[in-house]
Every structure is written in structure tokens, then in C-alpha cells.
């Protein structure tokens, strides 16, 4: 019976560093006018000894034998023992060195319900980053572009590092009218809102291909033009093409890690209620609710691949509920 050639193995330190994360924070609050409160905050933190993972098995490029079908007779473990080492495959280790750093503004504004009207609102200003760029392969997963550096995938945190974000409600309840005819038409009614702003994703633009030729995923190419991005963004255009090449044989591209902002989302829905007694200890509620009141399309992200041949534009809406179109609702529910 042949031995397999080629197997993927996860490896993990005997004593692994545990990760810890230290916070801080700053306040100032203070009260304008009777019905305001404003609030200040500063937000930081880091993590220690982040796991990640890198290759430790990468195929060493030979110049001029090298090519795509021979990347595992060129790992390390087949080049010092091509018998036993041809065995192994991609070799990922589990790396407990990585660091990460946030720092936030965070405003806040309060308004007390009065004569009707109740305010709460927030804006963060925000940057994370970080030295494990992608984390979907996993705690032992091939992090790092350049097998054994770290730094070559610091960049933006890809979730986490979302420079903007605001959130507004609002809430309003009409007054008991003297008049009574005006008091049963619109008294009581209470209308409220809800809007989120928050900025874009920051993507990596990659080749597509194993440009370097050592067996690493999600290669990135050079940057040639000092703008990556075209003078109008739109779902047809919105990473310029012409501002990349792919690396010669055996190389890695300079472009960095995440520094392609994606597109933002807005998102806006409202709601109006009402409470109708129909007798002492019946009522009846009535809600009308609006959901992406605008019908506004948040967009997904751009096709961040070289090698595909729509690179640079955007083919979907955002995911989840930031991509459903305007749904409007009413509902009438008795209670006694």
C-alpha cells in the first residue's frame, strides 16, 4: 500500500502563551440646559499573545524549476528529506505572538422625555489594528502572507475596525389635545426612530493565484498607481484595476493588508403606535412599522480577486438585515 503524499498537518505549541487583553477608559459628562446630557469617552485596549498561525512548511521557490505542480517536492521537509518529507504538506503551526490595539471616541448625547420628545444618540470614531489580517482560516490557520513574518499581514482589523458609526432614536408622543375631537384623532400617538450610519469594511486586494509560487494563500500583488481606488466609485467601478500588477515569479506584492474601504451602510426605520381603550379594561394597540424607510441599497462588498473577471465590482447587497429592501408592516392587537 502506497503512502499518502502531501498530508495537512495542524500543530500547537506544548505550553502556549495564554492571550489577555487590557482596557482603559476616560469619561466626561455634563448636563446642558435641564433635559441634556452630554458624554465623552475615550476607549482603548490591546490584546497580548494574540494565536494566530503561520506555515511552517512552505515550498522554497527555486528560480527557473519552480512552477505550480512541483510546490510540494519544494517544501523545507522534502528539500532536507525528500523520502520522509514528501510525507508532509502544508504544516501549520499555532503562533501566540500576535498583538492587536483599539482605540476609540466614543459621543454620546441624552435628552430626557420632555414635552413628548426623547433623544438618545452616539458617534465612535474608531481604529483597530492588528497583526492577524485573517482570521476566517482559523487559530492554526496560514495567517501570515510571508511564512515566519508577522508584520506582512498587520494591517486594519477586518471586522472590528469600523471607523465610523452613529446611532440616533428618537421617540415623540403627541399631547393630550384640550379639544376632544383633535384628542381622539391624534392624541396619544407615538412616533419613533431609528437611524444607523456606520462606514465601510476594510478589504485586501489579492491575486487570486500563488504568484510566489510556496504553497501561501491570499498573495497580494503590488500597488503601481499611488491612488488604488478610480476618481468615481460605483458598483460597476470601485477598486481600480489599473493600480495593480501581479509580482514577478517568486515574490510577494507590497500592497498591505485591509486597506480597502468598502462600502458603508445606512439604515433608517420607524415605527407609529397607538393605545385605544374600548372599554375600561379593554384596549386595543395599533402599530405601523417601517423598515429601511428610504428603500435605501446598502452594498456589498467589491470582488477583491485579480483573477477574476469581475475585479472591482460590486455584484451583490449587504448582508443580513443592512441588504433588505423597505418592508412596511401593521399589526392591531387586543388585550383585555
Same mark, same amino acid.
Given at each position: 500500500m502506497?503512502e499518502?503524499?502531501?498530508?495537512?498537518?495542524?500543530?500547537?505549541?506544548?505550553?502556549?502563551r495564554l492571550q489577555y487583553?487590557?482596557?482603559?477608559?476616560l469619561?466626561?459628562?455634563?448636563?446642558?440646559a435641564?433635559?441634556?446630557?452630554?458624554?465623552?469617552n475615550?476607549?482603548?485596549?490591546?490584546v497580548?499573545?494574540?494565536?494566530g498561525?503561520?506555515?511552517?512548511?512552505?515550498a522554497v521557490?527555486i528560480?527557473g524549476s519552480s512552477?505550480?505542480?512541483?510546490?510540494?517536492?519544494r517544501?523545507?521537509?522534502?528539500?532536507q528529506?525528500?523520502?520522509?518529507?514528501?510525507?508532509?504538506?502544508?504544516v501549520?503551526? %499555532?503562533?501566540d505572538?500576535?498583538t492587536?490595539?483599539?482605540? /476609540?471616541l466614543?459621543? #454620546?448625547?441624552? *435628552? =430626557?422625555?420632555?414635552?413628548? +420628545?426623547?433623544?438618545?444618540?452616539?458617534?465612535t470614531?474608531s481604529?483597530?489594528?492588528?497583526?492577524l489580517?485573517?482570521?476566517s482560516?482559523?487559530?492554526?490557520?496560514t495567517?501570515y %502572507?510571508?511564512p515566519?513574518?508577522?508584520?506582512?499581514s498587520? /494591517?486594519?482589523?477586518? #471586522?472590528s475596525? *469600523? =471607523?465610523h458609526?452613529?446611532? +440616533?432614536?428618537?421617540?415623540?408622543?403627541?399631547?393630550?389635545?384640550?379639544?376632544?375631537a383633535?384628542r381622539?384623532?391624534?392624541?396619544?400617538?407615538?412616533?419613533?426612530?431609528?437611524?444607523r450610519?456606520?462606514?465601510?469594511?476594510?478589504l485586501s486586494?489579492?491575486?487570486?493565484?500563488d504568484?510566489?509560487?510556496t504553497?501561501m494563500?491570499?498573495q497580494?500583488?503590488?500597488?503601481?498607481?499611488?491612488?488604488?481606488?478610480p476618481?468615481?466609485?460605483?458598483?460597476?467601478?470601485?477598486?481600480?484595476?489599473?493600480?495593480?500588477?501581479?509580482?514577478?515569479?517568486?515574490?510577494?506584492g507590497?500592497l498591505g493588508?485591509?486597506?480597502?474601504?468598502?462600502?458603508?451602510?445606512?439604515?433608517i426605520?420607524?415605527?407609529l403606535?397607538?393605545?385605544?381603550?374600548?372599554?375600561?379594561?379593554q384596549t386595543?394597540q395599533f402599530?405601523?412599522?417601517a423598515f429601511?424607510?428610504?428603500n435605501h441599497?446598502?452594498?456589498?462588498?467589491?470582488?477583491?480577486?485579480?483573477?477574476?473577471?469581475?475585479?472591482?465590482?460590486?455584484?451583490s447587497t449587504?448582508?443580513?438585515?443592512l441588504?433588505d429592501?423597505?418592508?412596511?408592516?401593521?399589526c392591531?392587537?387586543?388585550?383585555?
Amino acid at each position: 500500500m502506497a503512502e499518502p503524499a502531501g498530508g495537512q498537518f495542524i500543530t500547537f505549541p506544548l505550553n502556549p502563551r495564554l492571550q489577555y487583553q487590557n482596557q482603559w477608559n476616560l469619561s466626561v459628562q455634563k448636563q446642558i440646559a435641564r433635559d441634556w446630557l452630554v458624554s465623552t469617552n475615550y476607549v482603548g485596549s490591546n490584546v497580548i499573545h494574540l494565536w494566530g498561525g503561520r506555515e511552517i512548511n512552505p515550498a522554497v521557490y527555486i528560480a527557473g524549476s519552480s512552477t505550480l505542480a512541483n510546490v510540494n517536492q519544494r517544501r523545507i521537509l522534502a528539500l532536507q528529506n525528500p523520502t520522509d518529507g514528501k510525507l508532509f504538506g502544508s504544516v501549520s503551526e %499555532m503562533d501566540d505572538g500576535g498583538t492587536s490595539n483599539y482605540h /476609540g471616541l466614543l459621543i #454620546s448625547v441624552q *435628552r =430626557r422625555s420632555a414635552r413628548g +420628545l426623547t433623544v438618545q444618540g452616539n458617534y465612535t470614531w474608531s481604529h483597530c489594528i492588528g497583526d492577524l489580517g485573517n482570521t476566517s482560516l482559523g487559530v492554526a490557520g496560514t495567517n501570515y %502572507m510571508i511564512p515566519n513574518d508577522r508584520h506582512s499581514s498587520r /494591517g486594519n482589523c477586518p #471586522s472590528s475596525d *469600523r =471607523r465610523h458609526l452613529f446611532n +440616533l432614536s428618537t421617540v415623540y408622543e403627541t399631547p393630550k389635545f384640550s379639544n376632544g375631537a383633535v384628542r381622539a384623532i391624534a392624541g396619544g400617538w407615538q412616533l419613533s426612530g431609528i437611524v444607523r450610519v456606520q462606514s465601510g469594511q476594510f478589504l485586501s486586494v489579492t491575486t487570486g493565484v500563488d504568484s510566489a509560487l510556496t504553497g501561501m494563500p491570499a498573495q497580494r500583488p503590488n500597488q503601481v498607481l499611488p491612488n488604488s481606488l478610480p476618481a468615481v466609485q460605483d458598483v460597476n467601478l470601485w477598486i481600480n484595476p489599473q493600480a495593480f500588477a501581479s509580482p514577478a515569479p517568486g515574490t510577494y506584492g507590497n500592497l498591505g493588508i485591509n486597506n480597502i474601504l468598502g462600502p458603508g451602510n445606512i439604515r433608517i426605520d420607524m415605527g407609529l403606535t397607538r393605545m385605544f381603550h374600548i372599554r375600561e379594561k379593554q384596549t386595543i394597540q395599533f402599530r405601523w412599522e417601517a423598515f429601511n424607510l428610504p428603500n435605501h441599497a446598502n452594498l456589498g462588498n467589491p470582488i477583491t480577486a485579480m483573477n477574476n473577471v469581475n475585479f472591482g465590482k460590486i455584484l451583490s447587497t449587504a448582508n443580513g438585515s443592512l441588504g433588505d429592501p423597505r418592508i412596511l408592516q401593521a399589526c392591531a392587537s387586543a388585550s383585555r
